[in-house]
């Protein structure tokens, strides 16, 4: 009974050092190519007026360890126009997606526009959305008070 009692005590011990040693070895990251990181994958235009502004920007950073190469950045229709950089973005470089779109158009809208890119998963959709508002027609002179 000693023997068995000193067998399971010797092999309890030698997998709890195993485990213990396991568990101190710091785990290796390593990144394996590009990686796109957003500071922010949806922009809301908020509520502007027709004609507005039309660009605004999604900021993103390469936090790989290889070139970002950006091949295609496409709008879901015609009125959202990506611009991207068409270099190679070097690793912990920073950049922009510039995104148009048709402010001309009145009404709510959220729109996509989807990049291709070399990395693993290889795609990226960024959002756009907000309200577009008619301007305010100019009172009519019809109801003055001007009485001569």
């Known amino acids: 009974m ?11 011990l030698g997998v709890s050092a195993a485990w ?17 990181s957003f500071e922010s994958v949806e922009v809301d ?13 999604f900021h993103f950073t390469n936090t790989g360890d290889a070139p ?16 991207w950089p068409k270099e190679p973005i070097a690793p912990g470089a920073s950049n922009i997606i510039k995104v148009r779109y048709a402010t001309n158009r009145i009404g709510a ?18 959002r756009i959305k ?3 508002l008619q301007p305010a027609q100019p009172a009519s002179e019809s109801g003055s008070d001007d009485h001569r």
Request: aromatic share 6%; net charge negative.
């Open 2 to 12: 000693k023997r068995l009692f000193g067998l399971v005590a010797l092999v309890l």
């Open 20 to 36: 213990a040693q396991a568990e101190a070895q710091p785990e290796s990251r390593t990144t394996n190519g590009p990686v796109m």
């Open 109 to 126: 809208f959220s729109k996509t526009v989807t990049l291709t890119t070399n990395e693993a998963d290889g795609q990226h959709v960024l």
């Open 130 to 132: 907000g309200e577009v």
């Open 68 to 83: 970002l190469i950006i091949s295609n950045a496409k709008g879901s229709c015609g009125c959202t126009v990506p611009e």
């Open 45 to 57: 235009y908020g509520i502007i007026q027709q004609n507005a502004e039309p660009y605004r920007e």
